[in-house]
């Protein structure tokens, strides 16, 4: 085999170890977790935001579970419900005034209005970051599309605030995904500016 063909294998560092107790029992607890969510959802707007934070948990306590087709399709649906919930909370930021509608896989409809959301202090670059690398891991192309047509502008409002550079990375991101001419100079600067403050 030649050198460009070898495989790579890539080891956990921590590695879990796990009866089929405590699988079927933490298993127990996901599915029991997955139906409350569909009555958490319709409660309060910022569940939106608590419950896709609690999908990275859950999709990294099923990478540890035996490899099998169910686990795979129920963490894929975790995030896939993520990615709806974190592009529509930053959809609701856009008009807020207006009353808006989402409805996810086997989920109630819910509607919100975005006033005051940006009080909240959700919508800061490294929640975007989450959400845009969200639905691209499931391929969720319309969710990718509205965030990166999401203002950045607005994500300046957030009354949580973050480093130049971390609006940059999500100009660059946005850029990318947008095929304008300006993402070769904005990747430079970005980069720059990353060197500059000891981030290389």
Request: charged share 25%.
């Amino acid at each position: 085999m030649s050198d460009n063909k070898k495989k790579v294998s890539i080891e956990r560092k921590a590695e879990p170890q796990l009866t089929p107790n405590d699988v079927a029992e933490y298993q127990m607890y996901i599915n029991e977790d997955l139906d409350e969510r569909k009555e958490l959802i319709a409660i309060r707007r910022e569940n939106l935001v608590a419950l896709s934070d609690d999908v990275s948990e859950q999709v990294r306590w099923y990478t540890c579970f035996p490899s099998s087709i169910e686990t795979e399709q129920i963490g894929t649906l975790c995030l896939y419900e993520a990615s709806l919930m974190r592009a529509f909370y930053h959809q609701l930021a856009i008009k807020p005034s207006e009353p808006q509608s989402v409805k996810l896989p086997d989920y109630p409809e819910v509607t919100w209005k975005g006033e005051g959301i940006l009080k909240t202090g959700c919508l800061h670059p490294n929640r975007w970051l989450d959400a845009y690398f969200t639905s691209v891991i499931v391929h969720d192309k319309p969710s990718m599309d509205l965030l990166a047509n999401f203002p950045i502008s607005l994500m300046r409002q957030s009354s949580t605030k973050a480093g130049e550079l971390s609006y940059m990375l999500v100009d660059v991101i946005q850029s990318f995904h947008n095929r304008t001419s300006d993402y070769p100079d904005k990747l430079v600067a970005a980069m720059d500016a990353a060197v500059a403050q000891g981030d290389n």
